[in-house]
Nanobody, 120 residues
Framework: QVQLVESGGGSAQSGGSLRLTCAPS????MGWFRQAPGKEREGVAA???????TYADSVKGRFTISKDNAKNSLHLQMNSLNPGDTAMYYC??????????????????WGQGTQVTVSS
């Protein structure tokens, strides 16, 4: 089984930016999810192999999901961060996913997560 590995998490101040990376990006459908302490996991952004994307309303206009096929990696560019974005971020993938979806149940491959902390 291919292990997904996230990187790029860390600390930022409100209004700042971070860029998350996940490798490899070999699956037809891939997405980013997050889970804050005491909260349920939520979908953040997803992309399919054709580059079609979908975003949670809470991150639209601030986050951008993309794939770098040459480097076989998935990215999440996060701008205008706020404390509400603080969470563990997970990368997920599944080759049976053809339309981008924020439904976590559709993904069977998951990374270990990378922590994002935003301070005010």
């Amino acid at each position: 089984q291919v292990q997904l590995v996230e990187s790029g998490g860390g600390s930022a101040q409100s209004g700042g930016s971070l860029r998350l990376t996940c490798a490899p990006s070999t699956y037809n459908g891939m997405g980013w999810f997050r889970q804050a302490p005491g909260k349920e996991r939520e979908g953040v952004a997803a992309i399919n192999r054709y580059g079609i994307t979908t975003y949670a309303d809470s991150v639209k206009g601030r986050f951008t999901i993309s794939k770098d096929n040459a480097k076989n990696s998935l990215h999440l560019q996060m701008n205008s961060l706020n404390p509400g974005d603080t969470a563990m971020y997970y990368c997920a993938g599944d080759s049976r996913v053809w339309s981008p979806t924020l439904n976590a149940d559709q993904y069977t491959r998951w990374g270990q997560g990378t922590q994002v902390t935003v301070s005010s």
